[in-house]
């Protein structure tokens, strides 16, 4: 593996490219808690099968789309990135391939990146300007990806084993009835306690927010419309993933174009061969 050297590091946050299809984050407004708390335990709703069955809504799909991340700063400032990625569930593991098409001087660097269980993730990237492909790490996963409020564990498959959950409630986002689930993660990680806003109505996640041990409001919030989403193959997805960092007041905006779900993919495309020879990746259909 490499050390976190300047190249590593750069890396480290843009492998999660060809993550970014699998990984849709949700909603509008704070998740207001009702006045009965514990409303949904009393009812015997199980958090960890709400929180699996969110996750199974969000995550078990393959996926083909043109991914647009647009990040704006406290001074106005705009910078844009655009990737095509690609993903798919080879036996219960996730598969992705990206590849950006936009900045030109970033143009072709493309990331392979396997699931691996406990393990994390094998990762691959193909430098143009080098014509190498280069084995990273990926044990950075609160790194930023590109200068954006998009941290690759925001990009990645999340599984109910990640957590420790603590406690199950009742809300509403947006006027809309939801669970929040709240844990804490097994493994070190930039924050303490995660919580998820999960729909009552079809399990989409309708909002994430990330918090420091001892503080009582969020650092980050990930957020999204509700009217934003689809429905596809029996799964509610997103288009579009608002990103706020409330430390930096900046926020990213990460829009899904020509989003194609459950397609043919060949599993060869999830090789470092590919990276190697350029091929070219699959697109959405017209």
């Not at 808690?33 to 699996?52: I, K, Y």
């Not at 699931?115 to 193909?126: K, L, S």
Request: hydrophobic share 35%; glycine share 6%.
């Amino acid at each position: 593996m490499l050390g976190k050297t300047r190249f590593t590091r750069g890396l480290s946050a843009s492998w999660c490219l060809s993550l970014a299809a699998c990984m849709l984050f949700a909603t509008v407004g704070r998740a207001e808690t009702t006045a009965d708390t514990d409303e949904a335990a009393a009812d015997g709703v199980d958090p960890s099968e709400v929180l699996s069955t969110a996750f199974q809504n969000r995550y078990d799909v393959d996926m083909i789309s043109t991914i647009e991340l647009v990040m704006s700063n406290g001074r106005g400032q705009t910078r844009k990135r655009e990737f095509e990625a690609v993903s798919k569930l080879i036996d219960g593991r996730l598969h992705s391939v990206g590849r950006i098409v936009w900045p030109n001087h970033l143009r072709g660097m493309t990331i392979l990146t396997i699931e691996a269980g406990e393990r994390g993730h094998d990762a691959f990237v193909y430098m143009p300007a080098m014509k190498i492909v280069r084995r990273i790490s990926t044990a950075q996963r609160g790194d930023s990806f590109f200068g954006t409020d998009v941290t690759y564990e925001d990009l990645e498959r999340r599984r109910i084993g990640d957590y420790v959950l603590e406690s199950l409630e009742s809300a509403e986002v947006a006027g809309e009835p939801v669970f929040v689930v709240t844990g804490a993660p097994h493994q070190k990680q930039t924050y303490s306690k995660v919580t998820f806003a999960i729909s009552r109505a079809d399990h989409a996640i309708l909002e994430i927010r990330f918090f420091k041990r001892d503080q009582p409001e969020p650092y980050r919030i990930v957020t999204s419309k509700r009217d934003s989403m689809v429905e596809r193959a029996g799964h509610v997805l997103p288009l579009k993933m608002t990103v706020r960092d409330l430390r930096q007041g900046s926020t990213t905006e990460v829009f899904f174009r020509d989003l194609q779900v459950d397609p043919e993919i060949d599993d060869h495309v999830f090789s470092v061969r590919t990276l190697e020879q350029q091929r070219d990746l699959p697109q959405p259909e017209s």
